[in-house]
């Protein structure tokens, strides 16, 4: 039972990735999903979640208005959309279980992660 975040990469500052967060062992369809990241010598940062139904979504200020989150339950699937990426995004970014509302919860069911790297 795990979540596989896959995606990640190098990229120009200003450039855009899509991650995506697969289930296994598991039907995403009743849990709400969320994107964590923690860059070297940082504290872990929640920066989007969206509810079971995908009609809640939170982001972290850092990050609004420049990513995006999805998810597609039929495919077992959620998605990071990462526009207009800057330095300050680089990190590894993991998805997990979580609970979504005005704020996004502490990471449940997570998994390996996917590294981000903004740099020219």
């Known amino acids: 039972v795990q979540l596989q975040a896959s995606g990640g990469g190098l990229v120009q500052p200003g450039g855009s990735l899509r991650l995506s967060c697969a289930a296994s062992?598991?039907?995403?369809?009743?849990?709400?999903i969320g994107w964590f990241r923690q860059a070297p010598g940082k504290e872990r940062e929640g920066v989007s979640c969206?509810?079971?139904?995908?009609?809640?979504?939170y982001y972290a200020d850092s990050v609004k208005g420049r990513f995006t989150i999805s998810r597609d339950n039929a495919k077992n699937t959620a998605y990071l959309q990462m526009n207009s990426l800057k330095p300050g995004d680089t990190a590894v970014y993991y998805c997990?279980?979580?609970?979504?509302?005005?704020?996004?919860?502490?990471?449940?069911?997570g998994g390996q992660g996917t590294q981000v790297t903004v740099s020219s």
């Open positions: 997990a279980t979580t609970e979504c509302g005005l704020r996004i919860g502490p990471p449940w069911v």
């Open positions: 062992g598991f039907t995403l369809d009743y849990y709400a």
């Open positions: 969206i509810s079971s139904s995908g009609g809640s979504t």
